[in-house]
């Protein structure tokens, strides 16, 4: 599939699980938040959100990924970062769980109609956890609560585009052996509960004039290594110049962790910023095996590529 090079892309943390002013920065690449350069101090929770910058051929657009755990977190440094409710030209929900869409209906009824929505169609199924703590959930995005927030939806199963300017890769193609969603997650269908495959989990796609593919995803269930050879095959570019996201690792055992590394070094990513759902274990992990190219993703980073 055909996607438009963008000539430079930043991507600015504004919600994740971490906050730490002493993670080291990659000066031109990966920069850290100053202590008292913000009009306000950062939060950081369970969630995820992000903004993507794109610059093509002298024009910018900017893309919302995401909306956090809650309005909380989200607005919250929004704020701080110096953003607005009018900043972006799009939103991209990365999978149906609330920590990626908690700021949403707020969002909407703040900004008022009009804001493109572009989501997979089965992110509304009801999702809920079972822990040895117990069940956890249902929660539900609630399609007719979007379009009465006034929502432009773009809603989608396969591949497809977002303003012409990222892929969406659809329900990701899984090849790996060692990436299978865990059995804790469920979903409801039609009133019967099932393991909970993640079709609905997608990843956003750049391809950078230069520098190859920038793969962003929110919980990565399917597996990073899955969603990023799924983009490599749908837009026949093999160079990878960033995998971000949250990874989901830790809980799935030493043989996802070690699985997943190895596939990172094989893909051979200039960047890896992992942090939001990937887990302490798989973190320190990843640190100590991708000494080159790994780093935390914090609250208040910014990548350029």
């Known amino acids: 599939m055909q996607v438009p090079k963008v000539q430079s892309a930043t991507v600015e943390i504004l919600v994740d699980n971490f906050f730490d002013i002493f993670e080291p ?4 690449v990966v920069e ?34 995401d909306t956090g755990n809650s309005p909380l977190s989200f607005f919250n440094n929004l704020e701080a970062m110096g953003h607005g409710l009018n900043d972006f030209d799009a939103l991209f929900i990365s999978h149906g769980h609330p920590d990626h869409y908690g700021g949403l209906l707020e969002l909407l009824q703040r900004r008022g109609p009009g804001l493109p929505v572009y989501l997979h169609q089965d992110c509304y199924f009801p999702k809920l956890l079972v822990t040895p703590r117990g069940r956890v959930g249902p929660f539900a995005l609630e399609r007719e609560k979007l379009v009465a927030g006034g929502a432009q939806l773009h809603e989608n199963q396969g591949p497809a585009l977002l303003q012409d300017l990222a892929l969406l890769t659809g329900t990701v193609e899984t090849t790996t052996p060692y990436e299978k969603p ?13 393991p909970d495959p993640f079709s609905d989990e997608q990843a956003l796609v750049l391809d950078v004039a230069g520098k190859g593919l920038v793969v962003i995803g929110g919980c990565c269930h399917p597996g990073i290594i899955n969603m990023t ?3 490599q095959k749908l837009t026949g570019v093999s160079q990878v110049a960033a995998i971000i996201g949250g990874f989901h690792l830790t809980a799935g055992g030493d043989d996802l962790i070690n699985g997943t590394i190895g596939g990172l070094k094989e893909l051979g990513a200039d960047l890896v910023l992992a942090g939001h759902c990937t887990g302490f274990k798989a973190l320190t992990k990843m640190a100590v095996e991708l000494p080159e190219n790994f780093m935390v993703s914090c609250v208040g980073t910014k990548v350029t590529i």
């Open 182 to 194: 865990l059995p804790g997650f469920k979903r409801i269908v039609q009133g019967n509960e099932e």
């Open 25 to 28: 920065s990659r000066p031109g």
């Open 229 to 231: 050879k799924y983009a």
């Open 32 to 65: 850290r938040v100053v202590l008292g350069r913000l009009p306000k101090p950062l939060l950081a929770a369970h969630g995820l959100a992000m903004l993507l910058t794109l610059n093509q051929n002298g024009k910018q657009a900017r893309i919302l990924i």
